[in-house]
């Protein structure tokens, strides 16, 4: 894999009354592997807003962090069979938010990274959604690259 990558990342909340809200973005980044990690840094801008987010997601096997920084703050740590919380900081105030993971998983192949990342979202600790990640990544000038 390069250094430079596209990254396509989807994620789907299914919340208790059934009702799916998916979000997507793709975006260019960075990618680099140390001590068996992956590492894959991007920045976004929020909807409305025009300060820029740093994001980092480290992965591992069994095992997904992401790190926002900027007009949202947080530090997610998504690790199978294991509920980690957390603080999400926003403009409009903090949430505590637990993640429950069940499956975190990473299929590499020479020229792609695909992540999906399976999980119980609590706010204030009352369950809220069911949710689904995946993160895709191609070098930037692969021509394997689609929308998911």
């Not at 926002?68 to 938010?97: A, C, D, Q, R, W």
């Amino acid at each position: 894999m390069t250094k430079e990558v596209l990254l396509a990342i989807r994620g789907l909340q299914i919340a208790e009354d059934e009702q799916k809200d998916t979000v997507e973005t793709i975006s260019p980044g960075e990618y680099y592997f140390r001590n068996g990690k992956h590492f894959f840094l991007y920045e976004d801008v929020e909807e409305g807003q025009t300060k820029v987010t740093k994001n980092i997601i480290k992965v591992s096997k069994d095992y997904m962090e992401l790190t926002k920084k900027g007009i949202v703050n947080v530090h997610m740590v998504f690790e199978k069979n294991k509920k980690n919380v957390t603080y999400y900081h926003t403009p409009y105030g903090s949430l505590l938010i637990g993640i429950d993971a069940y499956r975190v998983d990473i299929a590499e192949e020479e020229d792609e990274i695909v992540v999906e990342v399976e999980y119980e979202l609590e706010i204030n600790n009352e369950h809220v959604a069911d949710c689904h990640i995946r993160l895709k990544a191609n070098p930037q000038r692969s021509t394997e690259f689609h929308i998911l």
